[in-house]
């Protein structure tokens, strides 16, 4: 399924023919926490339980114009193996920051974490960008991971995706 976000950027299943590109724009990104090819390679093969979205530069526009590797502009990933999905990773290029491509990744980590009751993601603690972001979409910090980053706590957070107070079962009896 591909989508189109603004005059320029298509979400799109993720493709094996993108793994170099993600791997180059991982270390960009995340230097030594970044995940290699055969990382890639292992998250792919775990579909359909993962599912993968990238961001890409429309074909009417050149990777150029967009300032980002083959035109790969951001990427995200959820693990929907149960009641609650958990976000596996989500990024945007340096280029594309600030146009609402991250807001649009989460949006269709959404979709795709259906029928799932709860998204979880963690966070840096030192992502403030990220955090005022997930904030803003209703994300709550469960608990802090100290360090998990290294010197860095990992904040872990939930957002409910459909309401906790209304249960199906009960919803069927009526």
């Known amino acids: 399924m591909t989508t189109a976000t603004g005059s320029h950027t298509v979400l799109r299943e993720t493709r094996w023919s993108d793994i170099p590109t993600l791997a180059e724009l991982e270390t960009e990104l995340f230097g ?30 050149t990777a150029s114009v967009a300032g980002a590797p083959d035109g790969v502009l951001g990427y995200a ?23 609402g491509l991250g807001r649009a990744l989460l949006h269709r980590l959404y979709e795709l ?25 209703g994300f709550e910090v469960l608990t ?14 939930r957002r ?8 199906s079962a009960e919803q069927e009896q009526r």
């Open 32 to 61: 030594a926490h970044a995940w290699s090819a055969p990382s890639w390679w292992a998250e792919l093969a775990a579909r359909p339980r993962r599912a993968y979205v990238t961001a890409s530069v429309a074909a009417s526009v």
């Open 77 to 99: 990933g959820v693990d929907r193996g149960g009641a609650v999905a958990d976000v596996m990773t989500i990024a945007v290029a340096p280029a594309a920051r600030g146009t």
């Open 113 to 137: 974490a259906a029928p799932a009751s709860a998204l979880l993601l963690e966070v840096r603690a030192d992502n403030v960008a990220a955090r005022a972001l997930y904030e803003s979409e």
């Open 144 to 157: 802090v991971r100290r360090r998990y980053y290294g010197d860095v706590d990992a904040l872990v957070m």
């Open 160 to 167: 409910h995706l459909t309401d906790p107070t209304d249960s």
